[in-house]
């Protein structure tokens, strides 16, 4: 549902490390996706480019300048989550996603130059965030969690949503089977905080929550 009157500036919050930009933020471009911001010695890390395609004016906003923001990592590939990129387009910036992923996302984007995460680059750029990429496969092929140990972190996408939803299989590349692999994976990981794609992030306890989408799934998809 799109509020009959935008924000004219972004809807914003913190979790620990990270900045929040709430997807509400961007309703006057349609369906969008959290925008997420993590710093790493003075440069800015965007975790997924919301659907609008003015998205640094959002960011910068923020009193982040687009000269320091240094690249941006992508947990899937549908539109509400890279058309954003067409704002960095100028910026040269490097692009990560699963390549598994990377024609969905140029679908919506065009010709983007992206590595993926098993790229020398992705495994430092991840590395210094410590955080490490984990293969979520179900609601597209490329679905890709962020998980720090370090900070009991998921940046979860559209796999995990908080109170027992989880992101949806029906769309081209979904699947049932796949996607309650991926909830038992990370079902098992310990996360307190947990950054999704949509909806509130979960500032504690985010375990419990997951748990709760797993369960959630058993009783709705086919293994
Ligand atoms: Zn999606």
């Given at each position: 549902m799109?509020?009959?009157?935008?924000?004219?500036?972004?809807?914003v919050?913190r979790?620990?490390?990270?900045?929040v930009i709430h997807e509400?933020?961007?309703?006057?471009a349609?369906?969008?996706?959290n925008v997420?911001?993590?710093?790493q010695d003075?440069k800015y890390?965007?975790?997924?480019?919301s659907?609008?395609?003015?998205?640094?004016?959002?960011?910068e906003?923020t009193?982040?300048?687009r000269g320091y923001i240094?690249?941006v990592?992508?947990?899937?590939?549908h539109?509400?989550?890279?058309?954003g990129?067409?704002?960095v387009?100028?910026?040269?910036?490097p692009?990560f996603?699963s390549?598994?992923?990377?024609?969905?996302?140029?679908s919506?984007?065009?010709?983007?130059?992206?590595?993926g995460?098993e790229?020398?680059?992705g495994?430092?750029?991840?590395?210094s965030?410590?955080?490490?990429?984990?293969?979520?496969?179900?609601?597209?092929p490329g679905?890709t969690?962020?998980?720090?140990e370090r900070?009991?972190?998921l940046i979860s996408?559209d796999?995990?949503f908080?109170?027992?939803y989880f992101?949806r299989?029906?769309?081209p590349g979904?699947?049932?089977a796949?996607?309650l692999?991926?909830?038992?994976?990370v079902s098992?990981?310990?996360v307190e905080?947990?950054l999704?794609?949509?909806d509130m992030?979960?500032?504690?306890h985010?375990?419990e929550s997951?748990r709760?989408?797993?369960a959630?799934?058993?009783s709705?998809l086919r293994?």
């Amino acid at each position: 549902m799109t509020p009959p009157h935008p924000p004219s500036r972004p809807l914003v919050s913190r979790a620990g490390r990270y900045l929040v930009i709430h997807e509400e933020s961007f309703a006057d471009a349609g369906l969008s996706s959290n925008v997420y911001v993590t710093e790493q010695d003075g440069k800015y890390y965007i975790f997924d480019a919301s659907g609008s395609p003015d998205l640094l004016s959002y960011v910068e906003v923020t009193g982040i300048h687009r000269g320091y923001i240094a690249g941006v990592i992508l947990t899937h590939g549908h539109y509400d989550h890279v058309r954003g990129l067409k704002s960095v387009a100028g910026l040269d910036l490097p692009v990560f996603i699963s390549k598994k992923d990377e024609a969905l996302m140029k679908s919506t984007v065009g010709k983007v130059s992206a590595k993926g995460f098993e790229s020398p680059e992705g495994v430092a750029v991840l590395e210094s965030l410590s955080l490490k990429a984990v293969a979520t496969p179900g609601h597209t092929p490329g679905s890709t969690c962020f998980y720090s140990e370090r900070d009991g972190l998921l940046i979860s996408g559209d796999t995990v949503f908080p109170e027992g939803y989880f992101g949806r299989t029906d769309l081209p590349g979904g699947s049932d089977a796949e996607m309650l692999a991926s909830l038992e994976l990370v079902s098992k990981l310990d996360v307190e905080t947990m950054l999704p794609g949509h909806d509130m992030p979960v500032l504690e306890h985010a375990s419990e929550s997951i748990r709760a989408s797993l369960a959630c799934a058993k009783s709705m998809l086919r293994p």
